[in-house]
């Protein structure tokens, strides 16, 4: 008997234990570079922006690609979330142009300033090829289609949403589409452009979409919103100081000021 209850007291205490596991972060390695961004594509692929020149790493730090020609000024972002056709922003002249995983332009450059968005702030990719832009004139999201016409737009945001409208970032995952307002929080629409809901968590920059979780850095840690269940979760964390981020699958990769951190996130 004293045996049975000591097993039945073991097995709830593990179960109990397991219950309330966290996910951890364990570093893996880093290696010496320099830059302004990151990125991660669908394949494991960092890529690396340096004011003008955009260079394609692989997981270990080897330099596979480079390119210094795309001549338009230093670049503002890059959407790796199809490696076949990223679009590479120059916010400057609101142009941008399109690279493959080898990061060779594709196509002629796209002139949003001639197409009359010449103030245009942010882009990213969306579905069928097509090309979320925020038009900080107008306060509003617009779509265009892979023909580099108006599909969707938000309207004016500061009157639908009643608040200043000052995004950061913004990135498309399956059917939503993400906008950080680091003074508001984390912004969710659907894939067409309507309003869905905020997420409560402020001075949000940059976040990063990987299985259904939407992932920013804060000092002391890796916060996370998961799309799927609607919650929110924590990594206890010592980030330490650093200038980007980036997720791909488990990887977690941290820019420093001389360096790349590579981390594994390990679910519970």
């Given at each position: 008997m004293k045996f049975l209850h000591s097993n039945t007291i073991l097995i709830y205490l593990l179960s109990f234990s397991s219950l309330f596991a966290q996910d951890t972060i364990r570093f893996s390695h880093s290696f010496p570079i320099k830059g302004d961004f990151i990125e991660l594509d669908n394949i494991g692929n960092i890529y690396l922006v340096k004011g003008q020149k955009l260079l394609s790493l692989n997981i270990d730090g080897k330099v596979t690609y480079e390119n210094s020609n795309?001549?338009?000024?230093?670049?503002?972002?890059?959407?790796?979330?199809?490696?076949?056709?990223?679009?590479?922003?120059?916010?400057?002249?609101?142009?941008?142009?399109?690279?493959?995983?080898?990061?060779?332009?594709?196509?002629?450059?796209?002139?949003?300033?001639?197409?009359?968005?010449?103030?245009?702030?942010?882009?990213?990719?969306?579905?069928?090829?097509?090309?979320?832009?925020?038009?900080?004139?107008?306060?509003?999201?617009?779509?265009?289609?892979?023909?580099?016409?108006i599909a969707?737009?938000?309207?004016?945001?500061?009157?639908?949403?009643?608040?200043?409208?000052?995004?950061?970032?913004?990135?498309?995952?399956?059917?939503?589409?993400?906008?950080?307002?680091?003074?508001?929080?984390?912004?969710?629409?659907d894939r067409f452009g309507t309003y869905i809901k905020t997420v409560p968590v402020k001075g949000v920059k940059r976040f990063q979409i990987r299985s259904d979780r939407i992932y920013y850095l804060e000092d002391d840690g890796l916060g996370y919103y998961d799309l799927k269940f609607s919650t929110l979760g924590y990594l206890n964390w010592e980030v330490g100081p650093h200038k980007s981020f980036a997720v791909w699958n488990d990887v977690l990769a941290v820019l420093r000021e001389n360096r790349i951190d590579v981390y594994h996130i390990i679910e519970r």
């Amino acid at each position: 008997m004293k045996f049975l209850h000591s097993n039945t007291i073991l097995i709830y205490l593990l179960s109990f234990s397991s219950l309330f596991a966290q996910d951890t972060i364990r570093f893996s390695h880093s290696f010496p570079i320099k830059g302004d961004f990151i990125e991660l594509d669908n394949i494991g692929n960092i890529y690396l922006v340096k004011g003008q020149k955009l260079l394609s790493l692989n997981i270990d730090g080897k330099v596979t690609y480079e390119n210094s020609n795309l001549a338009l000024g230093e670049i503002t972002s890059l959407d790796a979330s199809n490696a076949l056709k990223m679009p590479v922003f120059f916010r400057d002249l609101s142009q941008v142009v399109y690279v493959d995983n080898k990061i060779g332009q594709i196509g002629e450059r796209v002139q949003l300033d001639v197409a009359g968005f010449p103030l245009t702030y942010l882009v990213c990719t969306s579905y069928n090829n097509g090309l979320w832009m925020y038009d900080p004139f107008a306060f509003e999201l617009i779509r265009l289609s892979e023909q580099f016409q108006i599909a969707s737009r938000t309207g004016n945001l500061n009157q639908i949403l009643g608040v200043p409208i000052e995004p950061e970032y913004m990135r498309e995952y399956n059917n939503f589409l993400v906008l950080a307002l680091p003074e508001e929080g984390i912004l969710i629409f659907d894939r067409f452009g309507t309003y869905i809901k905020t997420v409560p968590v402020k001075g949000v920059k940059r976040f990063q979409i990987r299985s259904d979780r939407i992932y920013y850095l804060e000092d002391d840690g890796l916060g996370y919103y998961d799309l799927k269940f609607s919650t929110l979760g924590y990594l206890n964390w010592e980030v330490g100081p650093h200038k980007s981020f980036a997720v791909w699958n488990d990887v977690l990769a941290v820019l420093r000021e001389n360096r790349i951190d590579v981390y594994h996130i390990i679910e519970r």
